[in-house]
């Protein structure tokens, strides 16, 4: 069985560090992934980290997911609130899937309040900054390692 973690990240993400730092912090998406990656090694993980702009893209990559990772952690980013079709490809995805927020989505505008990835998702991380995603791997660890 494949011990890869497939990171996928949404929308904006790739501007993480640069776009609303009072929001997001000024971590960018490599600084996530050498944290992952550390996180990762501690469990014997490997880690491929992805990000798209495009709704499409992620699917795609939920689909390799299927032949090629042991597990998914996704922040979906403002695909959250829209995207049945990320739902229904992670619906087809059988191993553990963990959403990741850095920002509490609960605080704020109500739009954000609901996730559909949530209705797939094994767990929930949000709030915790980019920290959130090590912490995801630390539980993706214990779920596929133990």
Known sequence: MSKTIFILNGPNLNL??????EIYGHDTLSDVEAQCKAVGDEFGLEVRQLQSNWE???VDWIHEAREAAAGIIINP??????SIA???ALN?????????????????EAFRHHSYTSLR??????????????????????LIVT
Do not use: C, W
């Open 16 to 21: 993480l560090g640069k776009r609303q730092p």
């Open 56 to 58: 499409g893209q992620i």
């Open 77 to 82: 980013a403002a695909l959250s609130h829209t």
């Open 86 to 88: 990320v739902l229904d």
């Open 92 to 108: 087809a995805f059988e191993g553990p899937v963990l959403e990741v927020h850095i920002s509490n989505i609960h605080k704020r």
């Open 121 to 142: 998702a094994d767990g929930v991380i949000a709030g915790f900054g980019v920290e959130g995603y090590a912490l995801a791997m630390r539980r993706m660890g214990s």
